[in-house]
């Protein structure tokens, strides 16, 4: 199968580089991570797999190095060789796709007055908190604010839905991930939640 990828790539296939074989008979071939791209794992042909029976492993996976046995058949260097780098047709076929764009942050609505002047402040400094942030403080920044801005939406001074979408607009920006940026922001404000908070009649500071 990898033979016919190979083939379809206009390449050769990429079996120079460090093989164990596997008790069963497969082969796994070992070749060094490209710089820069963060690779997890597939199986078979199942979303951004590779094809029938070629499992992939990176970030957050294992495989079983030579010498250890299952049943006592044991996994032995096949081709003992320095891994190879990933080859670029297999990291094209791999790499994850871009993050979706960041939707455009519509300025929030609060109404006039002083009250709404100090919440407009309050939500922007949070909101420009978490779209400056890098790595690898972006997840903690993105709960800072949460938690500071639920205070104020379990108040009642800030709707939850409105700080929800800027606070996930600033953490797409910074390339945080959706799953990630939503079980974050859900976090903070369920903890800030805890301690609800509500502006004194002509808030201004």
Same mark, same amino acid.
């Given at each position: 199968?990898?033979?016919?990828?190979?083939?379809?790539?206009?390449?050769?296939?990429?079996?120079?580089?460090?093989?164990?074989?596997?008790?069963?008979?497969?082969?796994?071939?070992? !070749?060094?991570?490209?710089?820069?791209?963060?690779?997890?794992?597939?199986?078979?042909? /199942? %979303?951004? %797999?590779?094809?029938?029976?070629?499992?992939?492993?990176?970030?957050?996976?294992?495989?079983?190095?030579?010498?250890?046995?299952?049943?006592?058949?044991?996994?032995?260097?096949? /081709?003992?060789?320095?891994?190879?780098?990933?080859?670029?047709?297999?990291?094209?076929?791999?790499?994850?796709?871009?993050?979706?764009?960041?939707?455009?942050?519509?300025?929030?609505?609060? %109404?006039?007055?002083?009250?709404?002047?100090?919440? /407009?402040?309050?939500?922007?400094?949070?909101?420009?908190?978490?779209?400056?942030?890098?790595?690898?403080?972006?997840?903690?920044?993105? !709960?800072?604010?949460?938690?500071?801005?639920?205070?104020?939406?379990?108040?009642?001074?800030?709707? /939850?839905?409105?700080?929800?979408?800027?606070?996930?607009?600033?953490?797409?920006?910074?390339?945080?991930?959706?799953?990630?940026?939503?079980?974050?922001?859900?976090?903070?404000?369920?903890?800030?939640?805890?301690?609800?908070?509500?502006?004194?009649p002509g808030t201004a500071a």
């Amino acid at each position: 199968m990898l033979t016919v990828l190979a083939e379809r790539a206009g390449a050769r296939p990429p079996f120079d580089t460090h093989t164990v074989r596997t008790p069963s008979g497969g082969r796994h071939l070992y !070749f060094t991570a490209p710089a820069g791209l963060d690779l997890g794992n597939t199986a078979g042909q /199942h %979303g951004r %797999g590779l094809g029938w029976l070629i499992d992939t492993r990176g970030r957050g996976g294992y495989v079983l190095a030579a010498g250890s046995t299952i049943d006592g058949r044991p996994y032995t260097v096949e /081709h003992d060789t320095t891994p190879a780098p990933l080859p670029d047709w297999l990291r094209r076929q791999l790499a994850p796709p871009p993050a979706p764009a960041a939707p455009a942050r519509a300025a929030p609505q609060l %109404g006039a007055g002083r009250r709404a002047a100090y919440l /407009h402040a309050v939500l922007t400094a949070e909101v420009d908190r978490v779209a400056a942030a890098t790595k690898p403080g972006r997840n903690h920044a993105l !709960f800072t604010a949460a938690h500071a801005l639920g205070k104020l939406v379990a108040g009642g001074e800030l709707d /939850h839905d409105q700080v929800g979408d800027l606070l996930t607009s600033a953490a797409l920006s910074t390339g945080l991930r959706p799953g990630e940026t939503s079980r974050t922001i859900i976090s903070g404000l369920h903890t800030g939640a805890n301690r609800p908070r509500t502006l004194q009649p002509g808030t201004a500071a």
